[in-house]
């Protein structure tokens, strides 16, 4: 069974930075997606980040476009959110999610059957 565990998350100032990292678990195969979502308290679940484990492909939502890199380590089966320049607006419930990459990117969260527990980002003086 399909199993992924978040962690990195915390409280930092604004400016600061945190790595966020998402490991997974219960594949056959190395070829799948894995993004990152957030969300607040009434608002809805908003895509991220993605990256494909099988070849690197990346996508960034605007907002986080220039502060945030996502990365791969495919011996540990491991996707990887560095965020600088943290902003009041990125305090939110990180989740990472997976599915198949059979197809393009997608950052409907519908779309994923499998996520994580979820780590919280909290940016605040």
């Known amino acids: 069974q399909v199993q992924l565990v978040e962690s990195g998350g915390g409280l930092v100032q604004p400016g600061g930075s945190l790595r966020l990292s998402c490991a997974a678990s219960?594949?056959?195969?190395?070829?799948?997606?894995i993004c990152w979502f957030r969300q607040v308290p009434g608002k809805e679940r908003e895509g991220v980040s993605c990256?494909?484990?099988?070849?690197?492909?990346?996508y960034y939502t605007n907002s986080v476009k220039g502060r945030v890199t996502i990365s791969r380590d495919n011996t540990k089966n491991t996707a990887y959110l560095q965020m600088n320049s943290l902003k009041s607006e990125d305090t939110a419930v990180y989740y990472c999610?997976?599915?198949?990459?059979?197809?393009?990117?997608?950052?409907?969260?519908?779309?994923?059957?499998?996520w994580g527990q979820g780590t919280q980002v909290t940016v605040s003086s």
């Open positions: 999610a997976t599915r198949a990459a059979l197809w393009g990117f997608s950052v409907a969260p519908g779309q994923y059957p499998y």
């Open positions: 219960g594949f056959t195969s190395d070829v799948y997606h």
């Open positions: 990256i494909s484990m099988n070849d690197g492909r990346t």
